[in-house]
């Protein structure tokens, strides 16, 4: 016979064992899940960050400098990922952090309400809450980067700890009572919308209670606490922004009978992915029907009402899977729950374990409909948002020191990485805009801008659409495409991004702004990525610079060039392309590279690369000591400094790799391979030379792995040029110029097919430095890997420079002006 101190331990040991065999299964499909659609993070989720990183900066709950706008929605979510971040944990970790706990939370919370029915069985609750974790929206906002799953959470805890308020006597003390109504105090800071919740809660308890004076105590007891947090956040926002409600709310909060259309679309939209458990949910009905757990039953079937009427009188929501929908799941879960658990009451074992098995297989069913759901893919293949990083990384590294003004319109992802002022032109975070009147046929949260108002603030860097930019697009942007100042202003700029990965970005710059040229008496002094077909990239030493495509001339924007003497010189030196100068109106002499001008003239500079492409930094134009005058030019062009077009020639050819047997002495990690042929499903490589190349598409995880391949270290010559073939996809995947401390100097991307193009770069901007070359497949694309062969250093066939005559002789003046004027 056992001791009785045994029997007592293995006795409270069962409810132990019974709930994490319950919660198990459910966490398992949980994790799946949100692994399905890992990376996702929502570009709104990065705006809450960018709050979060201000705060721990010392810079308080704002977005950008010089303005306090509550732009979130979201305090609680913001505050505790500003907490962990003040722990060391990274940002976008700590988003994902609290949402996957408040996911958990769900579960638990569910739990808690099965350890506390007085029908005692678990599989009814367990098959609830598989139909709960087998939710993809669930997984997606898990780790999505927004409040909803911990919203879930709260207002399920919430309603777990409060049912008892439900009953004729719920002989519970003011103490308990309170407690019990911290959850919905902490789901009122969560989103401005809680106390929707607390007061249907609330009506319910004195409705059911037939409104007695003990139902009121009760009801004030439990709304007292949610009222103080209401009534504390908004005194702190009128003190500290000088609002009555969070910014986002005079964008979305417009009722009409548009938004009631779409909201309807909305509640309605998710009914067919929810298509296999509906009998359970309305097994689950019928039970309430009978009077099982009645009580709670009304209560629940009054939030889930509430809750929708709100979402369809807001319009719904325009993020990928269902996310409104969310806060309603675990109450669908509890629904479940009860059906199942009233409809095996009385049932023999066989009959309990075909119900079981039926269940099962309707929440099996629940995934695949989940999986196929349109809106749900959209979180599996939406990427864009982590173009952000790139481009956000690139001009950090290259404009903050002079803190340009960076206006957007998708507001989360390349403001939080660049850490620049910025402007919101769909006004989120902008409280003029946001109080704008909007263009009801436009898409929700994406009808509100003033072009005017943006111009007027006067952007250094404009732009328009998701990180990889396009023209002007939303209302804002179609205004400033009218108003002269943008096309007289701006200039439409590629760059390169390549931390972490390689973007292309397009992006207006302002040609006169804190990015732009400077020309005053003193200098002038032009970026090269403001050149006519020059793209921008990170710079030698950490500048924004350009690369200039060879042979095609480079032309700067008009600008008047001040009376004086001005000698000009390429920072940092590049003797491999030709400056001229182009004089519009005015008589210009000239000296060497030295401009004479008696009166101010209006001018441009332009320059031309040789016959491989080649990497510029700025132009400048200094004051200089007035010389005798060679020539006199007028409307025409003439050279500043000659180029040495010596590169091209090949006499000399280092292989760094070929492929041909195997990797050489490069260094491989991830998936990076050697092929010989395509690969399983992919198609044929074109103008791969001989045998190998370098492949990073698996023959069966296709595009979803990632891998590199860095090249032994190589030490740069003047003159030398890097050769090499690249195929594959245009974003993610790349071959790169690395120095050695990682810093991606250089890259090239595919063109999102299997063709091998010859791709060749001037290296003697970065002569004696010791560089590699890296080919890495970090793509997050549901299309993206990286195709490589034939990487070769190649130098010059003579060492005597061939270059043009020097510039400066009237020879060379009258030889300039034979041509004709400008070219």
């Not at 924004?544 to 008047?560: C, E, I, K």
């Not at 270290?713 to 790349?734: C, E, K, M, N, S």
């Not at 091998?756 to 290296?763: E, F, G, P, S, Y």
Request: include cysteine.
């Amino acid at each position: 016979m056992k001791p009785a101190s045994a029997t007592n331990q293995a006795n409270r040991r069962r409810p132990l064992m019974t709930r994490w065999l319950v919660l198990l299964p459910p966490i398992c499909l949980l994790a799946w899940l949100s692994h399905h659609y890992y990376p996702f993070f929502a570009d709104d989720g990065f705006i809450s960050l960018r709050y979060a990183q201000r705060l721990l900066d010392g810079r308080g709950l704002t977005w950008t400098d010089g303005e306090r706008v509550e732009g979130y929605s979201n305090l609680l979510y913001v505050l505790l990922v500003a907490g962990l971040g003040g722990l060391g944990v990274d940002l976008i970790w700590a988003a994902r952090l609290v949402g996957l706990t408040g996911a958990i939370g769900v579960l638990f919370a569910l739990d808690h309400l099965r350890s506390h029915a007085p029908d005692t069985s678990p599989w009814p609750w367990m098959i609830g809450m598989l139909a709960v974790a087998g939710c993809s929206p669930l997984a997606v906002w898990a780790i999505g980067g927004l409040e909803q799953t911990l919203y879930a959470s709260l207002l399920l805890w919430g309603l777990a700890l409060a049912l008892p308020l439900l009953n004729e006597r719920p002989h519970l003390s003011a103490r308990e009572i309170v407690y019990r109504s911290l959850p919905f105090a902490g789901l009122c800071l969560t989103r401005p919308d809680g106390p929707i919740f607390v007061a249907t809660f609330a009506a319910v308890i004195l409705v059911l209670r037939r409104f007695r004076r003990d139902a009121w105590r009760d009801c004030c007891l439990h709304v007292g606490v949610p009222t103080v947090a209401v009534l504390g956040q908004l005194s702190f926002r009128l003190a500290y922004y000088g609002d009555w409600v969070p910014n986002p709310a005079h964008i979305k909060a417009a009722v009409s009978a548009r938004t009631l259309e779409l909201g309807l679309d909305y509640v309605f939209g998710i009914a067919p992915s929810l298509a296999p458990i509906l009998p359970l949910v309305g097994l689950g009905a019928v039970a309430s029907l009978t009077g099982y757990r009645g009580r709670t039953a009304i209560a629940l079937t009054a939030c889930a009402v509430a809750w929708l009427t709100y979402i369809a009188c807001v319009g719904g929501d325009i993020f990928p899977a269902h996310r409104h929908h969310v806060p309603l799941l675990g109450i669908w879960g509890v629904v479940v729950a009860h059906g199942l658990a009233w409809a095996s009451e009385g049932v023999p074992l066989r009959g309990r374990f075909a119900l079981t098995t039926l269940s099962a297989t309707l929440c099996a069913g629940l995934v695949q409909a989940q999986l196929r759901d349109p809106k749900n893919a959209a979180a599996s293949s939406e990427r864009w948002e982590w173009h952000g990083e790139a481009v956000g990384n690139l001009f950090r590294e290259s404009f903050a020191p002079r803190r340009p003004l960076l206006a957007v319109t998708a507001a989360g992802s390349v403001p939080y990485f660049s850490r620049l002022p910025a402007l919101d032109m769909l006004g989120l975070n902008d409280r003029h805009i946001a109080r704008q009147p909007g263009d009801p046929k436009r898409a929700l949260a994406h009808n509100h801008g003033d072009g005017t108002y943006v111009l007027d603030r006067a952007p250094d860097l404009v732009l328009f659409g998701p990180p990889r930019g396009r023209g002007p697009i939303n209302l804002a942007g179609q205004q400033m495409g009218k108003d002269p100042r943008f096309a007289a202003g701006y200039l439409g700029v590629p760059f390169e991004a390549l931390d972490p990965y390689f973007v292309a970005n397009h992006t207006f710059v302002r040609s006169r702004g804190r990015v732009g040229m400077s020309v005053t008496n003193t200098g002038a002094d032009i970026p090269a990525y403001l050149l006519s077909g020059a793209t921008g990239l990170a710079g030698p030493r950490t500048t924004m610079a350009a690369r200039l495509q060879a042979g095609q001339d480079h032309a700067s924007p008009t600008f008047d060039l001040p009376a004086g003497a001005w000698q000009f010189a390429l920072a940092p030196v590049n003797p491999r392309v030709e400056v001229s100068i182009h004089v519009d109106d005015g008589q210009v002499g000239f000296d060497g590279s030295t401009v004479l001008v008696e009166e101010a003239t209006r001018i441009r500079l332009s320059v031309r690369a040789g016959k491989i492409d080649t990497v510029v930094g700025r132009l400048v134009l200094e004051r200089a000591e007035a010389g005798p005058r060679d020539a006199v030019v007028h409307g025409t062009r003439h050279v500043l400094q000659s180029g040495r077009f010596d590169q091209g020639r090949e006499a000399n050819v280092q292989v760094l790799g070929d492929f041909n047997d195997g990797l050489g002495g490069w260094v491989a990690s991830g998936h990076m391979a050697v092929t010989h042929k395509p690969v399983g499903p992919q198609q044929q490589a074109v103008r791969h030379q001989v045998r190998g190349f370098v492949n990073s598409f698996h023959p069966t995880r296709r595009d979803a792995t990632r891998g590199r391949l860095i090249s032994p270290p190589f030490r740069v010559d003047d003159g030398t040029w890097l050769r090499l073939q690249v195929g594959g996809a245009t974003i993610g995947a790349g071959a790169y110029v690395v120095d050695e401390a990682g810093r991606r100097l250089l890259g090239f991307a595919g063109q999102r097919d299997e063709r091998l193009r010859v791709r060749a770069v001037d290296l003697s901007p970065y002569a004696d430095r010791t560089l590699r070359i890296e080919i890495a497949d970090d793509s997050v694309e549901p299309w993206g890997h990286i195709l490589v062969d034939e990487v070769a250093l190649c130098s010059p066939r003579t060492s005597q420079p061939t270059s043009r005559p020097p510039a400066g002789a009237k020879a060379a003046a009258r030889s300039r002006l034979s041509r004709g004027g400008d070219r």
